[in-house]
C-alpha cells in the first residue's frame, strides 16, 4: 500500500466545477487513488504516508488535461512557422512525418510530455503514427495518456494503417491499465471516407472505446462537407452515426446553432484548441456558446507544429480571452469556466471524468501543487483570477499523476531531461537534415 | 569607470529590426553604454570587467520595451475581472484611486517592477498619479522608464492635476537623468478639453518631450470623437495639432486607413496592447497594416486592473496570434515582426531608438539573457520562433539596464521581494478593506 499526503495547501477540488478555495487542508491518496480531502483535523490517516508533500501557501488543484494534441510533434516545434496551412502540410510536415522511425515518435513523445508534465498538464489525448511508441514513452514518464493511431482513409497504406490502429486500441482496452485509455482516431471527415467512419464507431462500441476526430476546423472543411454530404460537418456526423460512439471532436470552430444543439445533446466532447486556430487563423470557436448549453468543452493544445507549445494554462487564458471579443462582451468565458475547461471539461471531453478531472474521494489522484510566491500573484485578490490571466506554466512546481510524484520542486523524476532534449534533437537534425 | 562583459552568447542585436542571431558574440558595455558587440577575438577590451556574465548556451539581445502601463494599477490585480468596462472604472477603479497614498502608488509600482524587471522588461512608459512616487520606485529598482503624471480635465481639481504634472515633467526634462525620460499625459481626448490639449501640445514641445496619450481605444471613443469633433479620433487630433508634438498613442484599435496613414505619416508611435484590448473586449487593432505602412509599433501590457499581467513577452504572442485571425492570414505578423515590436518598436513608440531597443555600440545597454535549457524551447528550428511562440517569461535569467545587472540568475539584485510583496499586500488589503 503507497500513501501519498499533501498537507497544508489552499485546496481547488474542482468538485462538480465549483472552483472554491480552501484554506489549509489536506489531500491523501492510497495507491493512486484520492481516499480523503479535506480539513487535516477530519482526517482519519490510512498510515504512514510513504510520499509526503508539504504544501504551505500553495495551491493544489487537479491536473490539467490536455484534450487534444499530436505528441511527437514536438520534433516540429518552430520548424515552419508564420506559413498557410496546406504549403504548411505538404512542404513541411508530410514529407517528414513519412520518414518517422520509432526513435523519432519516442524522443519526440518523450520531450513534449517533459514539457507538459512540467507545465501541469496530466493526461494527454494524442492522436498519432505509431501509436505503441507514444504509448510506451507515456508509460515510461508516468503521464496519463489516451492514445490513438491516427486513422487515413485516402492514403495508399489505409488498410494497414486501420488495421494496426485497430489492433493497438483492442490490446490496450483489453489491458485495462489504470493510466493508458485508448481510443480510435479517424482523422477527419475530410480523409475518411463515409464506410471507414461507419466501421469505426461500430468497432468503437464494441470496443467501448471512445473516439478522437477534427471537427469542424476551417471553413474548407465546412465548404468540402456542404460539397461532399450536402451537410456541415457536425450535421453530417450526426446523420451517419457518429456520435452513436462517445467522441472527442477537436476544434469545432466553425459551428452554427444547429451544430452546438447536437453537440450538447449528443454528449459530444469539445476540444477547443484557441492557440492553434488563431496561429493558423482557423477562426475563433464558439466556446461561450457551447458552455451555455451545456457542452463538455475541454482544451487542446493541438500539435506543436501549430502552436507552438503544450501549455494548457496559456490555452485557457486564450480561451477567456478571445471569447471575449469574439462575443464583444468581457464578461464572456470568465476565470472559473476557462479554469473549469482546463480541469474537469477536459476530463468530461475525453470521457475520463469519473476518473479524474477534480480532486474527489474515489477518482484517481492527478493534482498540480502551484508556487503562488512570485509577484506577478500579488495581491491576493483572486487565486482563480491570477490563475488564468497572470499565471506561468513556471509557477508549476510539483506535478502527481494517479498517485505518483513525476514532477518535485520542477524537477522531473521519471526521465532524464538532458537526454531527452539531446535525442529529440538528433531526431530533428536528421529529419530535417 | 565600470566596465560589464557578457561572453559566450547567442545575440540578438535588432539592429535595424534585423533578427539574425550571432553565435558566441561578446558584448561589452562600459558606464552603462554600449562599446562592443561581435565575436570575442576581435574585441579591444576596455579593461578588466567590473561585472562578467557568462552566458554560454544563451540568448542575449535587447531588453522588452513596455510602451503602455499604469504600474502601480498591479495593486488592483484579480480585484474585479470579467466585467464591463464602465461598471469596472466606476464602481471598482475609481473610488479606489482616490483614496491612494504615496506608499500604495510605491508599493504598487515595486511590485510592478518587480515582475517586469524578472520577465525581461527594462524600460516602461507609465501614466499614473503621483508620478514623483512612481518615478522614485523605478530610480530604486533600476529599471528605465518614461514618467508621466495622468492629466484629466474633466475632474474637480484639474487645474491642480495639470499643474502637477507639468511641473514634475518640467523638473525631469531639466535633470537630463540617464533613466529617466519624463512625458506628458493628457489622459484621452474624451476627458481632456481641446484647449487642454492645445496647451500640453505647446509645453510638450517647448520642454522636448513627447505626449503620452490614450487613443481610439474602443468603439464608444470613435463615437464620442464623431459627435465632438466631426471626426474619429486619430483625424481629430490630426487637426487640433496633437500631432505636432511626439505622440506615443496607446491602443489604436479602431483606425481606418486615413487613421492609419496619419499615424505613419506624422511618426505617431503605437503602444498597442492585445491582452487588454481582449480582455475588456475593446477589439483586435490592425498592428498588421500599421507595421506595413511602416508606423512605429510598440507592445504595451496596459495596467494589471485590465490584463492582469505585465509580462510583455505574451503580449507579442498574442499580437502574433489574434493578427492572423484578424487579416484571416497565417502569415500576419511573424515571429519576427512581433519580436522588433516587443523591443526596438517599443524603443520607437516611445521616441528612445536612439538610446535603446537594439545592442548596437553608443547606445545605452539594456539587454537580457535568456536561458534555453527548457524542453520548450527544443528542437532548435528557430529561436526567434521559440521567442515569440514558446518562451516563457521566466526563462529570462538576467536583466541588465543601462548596464547594470538588475536580476541574475532569476534574482532580483536591486529590491527586496519578500518586502515588496508584503508591503503591496498590505496596501491592497487596506484599499479593498
Redesign the interface.
Known amino acids: 500500500m503507497a500513501i501519498l499526503r499533501i498537507d497544508g495547501a489552499h485546496i481547488l477540488t474542482m468538485a462538480n466545477g465549483n472552483t472554491d478555495i480552501h484554506d489549509g487542508w489536506t489531500l491523501e491518496a492510497v495507491d493512486g487513488e484520492i481516499t480523503y480531502v479535506g480539513p487535516l483535523e477530519d482526517l482519519d490517516p490510512a498510515g504512514d504516508p510513504d510520499e509526503s508533500i508539504d504544501a504551505s501557501g500553495c495551491l493544489v488543484m487537479p491536473g490539467f488535461v490536455n484534450a487534444h494534441t499530436h505528441t511527437a510533434m514536438?520534433?516540429?516545434?518552430?520548424?515552419?512557422?508564420?506559413?498557410?496551412?496546406q504549403p504548411?502540410l505538404e512542404e513541411k510536415i508530410w514529407p517528414i512525418e513519412a520518414r518517422l522511425t520509432d526513435d523519432d515518435v519516442y524522443w519526440g513523445s518523450m520531450?513534449g510530455f517533459?514539457?507538459m508534465l512540467?507545465?501541469g498538464v496530466t493526461c494527454v489525448n494524442d492522436m498519432y503514427y505509431l501509436p505503441r511508441v507514444g504509448t510506451r514513452a507515456a508509460m515510461d514518464c508516468g503521464i496519463r495518456m489516451c492514445p490513438s493511431g491516427v486513422i487515413l482513409g485516402i492514403v495508399p497504406n489505409a488498410e494497414d494503417m486501420l488495421a494496426e490502429a485497430l489492433q493497438f486500441t483492442a490490446e490496450f482496452a483489453a489491458r485495462d491499465d489504470l493510466c493508458i485509455h485508448p481510443m480510435l482516431a479517424p482523422h477527419a471527415p475530410y480523409t475518411c471516407p463515409r464506410e471507414l467512419l461507419e466501421q469505426v464507431v461500430e468497432t468503437a462500441v464494441e470496443m467501448h472505446v471512445p473516439i478522437h476526430i477534427h471537427l469542424a476546423e476551417t471553413e474548407d472543411n465546412v465548404r468540402w462537407s456542404l460539397d461532399n454530404y450536402g451537410a456541415r460537418p457536425v450535421q453530417a456526423m450526426e446523420r451517419i452515426g457518429l456520435f452513436d460512439a462517445r467522441v472527442c471532436a477537436a476544434h469545432c470552430v466553425h459551428l452554427d446553432e444547429t451544430d452546438i444543439e447536437i453537440i450538447a445533446e449528443r454528449g459530444v466532447g469539445v476540444a477547443h484548441c484557441p492557440?492553434s486556430?488563431?496561429?493558423?487563423?482557423?477562426?475563433?470557436a464558439p466556446s461561450q456558446s457551447l458552455v451555455q448549453r451545456g457542452a463538455h468543452v475541454g482544451l487542446g493544445t493541438d500539435g506543436?507544429g501549430s502552436?507552438?507549445?503544450?501549455?494548457l494554462l496559456e490555452e485557457a487564458r486564450?480561451a477567456?480571452?478571445?471569447s471575449?471579443?469574439r462575443?464583444?462582451?468581457?464578461?464572456?468565458v470568465?476565470?472559473e469556466t476557462a479554469l473549469c475547461m482546463a480541469t474537469l471539461g477536459g476530463a468530461r471531453a475525453v470521457f475520463l471524468d469519473d476518473c479524474v478531472g477534480s480532486l474527489e474521494v474515489g477518482k484517481r489522484c492527478d493534482c498540480i501543487v502551484v508556487d503562488l510566491?512570485?509577484?506577478?500573484l500579488?495581491?491576493?485578490?483572486?487565486?482563480v483570477?491570477?490563475l488564468i490571466?497572470?499565471a506561468?506554466?513556471?509557477d508549476v512546481r510539483d506535478t502527481i499523476v494517479d498517485g505518483r510524484v513525476v514532477v518535485r520542486n520542477r524537477v522531473l523524476q521519471t526521465l532524464d531531461?538532458d537526454e531527452?532534449?539531446a535525442r529529440?534533437?538528433e531526431?530533428?537534425?536528421r529529419l530535417?537534415a
Open positions: 514536438t520534433l516540429f516545434r518552430g520548424s515552419a512557422g508564420d506559413m498557410e496551412l504548411w520531450l517533459a514539457e512540467l507545465a492557440g486556430n488563431l496561429k493558423l487563423a482557423s477562426g475563433m506543436c502552436n507552438n507549445n503544450l501549455d486564450l477567456a480571452l478571445i471575449k471579443v462575443e464583444d462582451d468581457p464578461t464572456a470568465p476565470a510566491d512570485a509577484p506577478h500579488f495581491p491576493r485578490h483572486s487565486l483570477s491570477h490571466y497572470s506561468h506554466a513556471s531531461l531527452t532534449v529529440a534533437q531526431s530533428a537534425e530535417f
